[in-house]
């Protein structure tokens, strides 16, 4: 995401303290300062990325989910560049974008994903765009040349009536979130135009790592009654704790301590579903406003590993976003002369949490189709040991990168 208008690149600061060079003083952390408007884009962001959630929790079955806010709504901000009449204003309004220009929007995207990249050297935070175009689809350059520009998107025409074009794409995919997600797509139809790509991965060790030796097999139980024997972690530590009537809540932090894990714990007579429909931004803003350090923490946590994969379409019509999906309807005369709609919208993540540390991963794919002990303060228990809902966030500004419940934890 590089080529911006000098203005709107004051938009977000990363203040970064010099570091002397030398063996006594070390390398001073790094912050992010969000402006007024890039401050209103995460809080976009993280109103529209809770409500997917919601609703893709509303149409899944499946018992462990998770999705990356912030793929989702990069790859849907490329498209949107695209945009023009009454799916431009849709989009705007599902991604809860109004009040913000499109060069504001991608000025935002541009410096923040630029800051998170480079924000905690013990962290490694990925951001990657594509757009793979079929031979001979007459594609607007002024489209092609934001994303490049600003998104940093690779571009790459390709014979998308050959079988090796889906390999192309899906080997992008693995390179991108370092095999961690193998592909996006099984098949290219003939009235196939264009697949825009975004790829996050994330990997982070815990400030404080779990002593592998504290880990044993204990009892998970799960919503419907039945209980598993899992491997759980164990430890002690500080760390930012509250609870209310509805969940107990922990961050555990990674490296420096800019990104963090939030678990969110349901109470005795409550559950992780009950968790999921009080999601808001009102609630979520004033829930992290409302952690404490506190210096005796017991964690014990199971041991997770999962993928998961959705189709987003559905679930963005519900949102409002209907006539990007609509072949008849659909105006993205911002990308080309053609009539143009979003045939697939598919997401896959992926998230391994052990005694280290948190492996993740995310890759969303838009698919466009043309139509033709001792003296130490008391311990606060923190038993994870039923279904549990949990986010992956930046403190500085506060973004969601990562929401996922988990109801049977499995670690292969």
Known sequence: MKT??????????????????????????????????SAQLVEADNAFGLELFQKIREESDEENLMVSPLSVSVALAMAYNGAGGDT???MEETLKLNGLTPEQINA???????????????????VANAIFYADG???????????KNVYYAEVESLN????????????????????????????????????????????????????????????????????????????FEKLPYFSTNLFKAIKMPYGNGQYNMVVLLPVDGQNSQDIIEALSVKNWK????????????EITMPRFKYAFETKLKKVLRILGMQKAFDEGLANFSGITDEDLYISEAIHKSYIDVNETGTEAAAVTGLVFTTTGVGNEPPSVPFYVDRPFVYAITENDTGAILFMGEVNHPEYD
């Open 88 to 90: 431009k204003k849709e």
């Open 160 to 235: 998308f009536s050959s079988s090796e074009a889906v390999g192309t794409i899906n080997n992008w995919v693995a390179e991108k979130t370092h095999d961690k997600i193998k592909s996006i797509i099984d098949q290219l139809s003939p009235l196939d135009r264009m697949v825009l790509l975004n790829a996050i991965y994330f990997y982070g060790t815990w400030t404080n790592e779990f002593d592998e030796n504290g880990t044993h097999n204990l009892p998970f139980h799960k919503t419907d009654g039945t209980t598993l024997e899992v491997p759980t972690m164990s430890k």
């Open 4 to 37: 911006i208008i000098p203005m709107l690149l004051a938009f977000l600061m990363v203040s970064v303290s010099s570091c002397q060079k030398n063996d006594v003083e070390p390398e001073k952390q790094k912050f992010i300062q969000l402006d007024e408007k």
């Open 108 to 126: 935002s995207y541009q410096s923040l994903i630029s800051a998170l990249q480079s924000l905690d050297k013990d962290v490694v935070f990925e």
């Open 137 to 147: 689809f007459s594609i607007k350059q002024n489209f092609l040349d934001i994303n």
């Open 286 to 297: 004033n829930w992290q406003a409302s952690f404490k350090m506190t210096d005796r923490v």
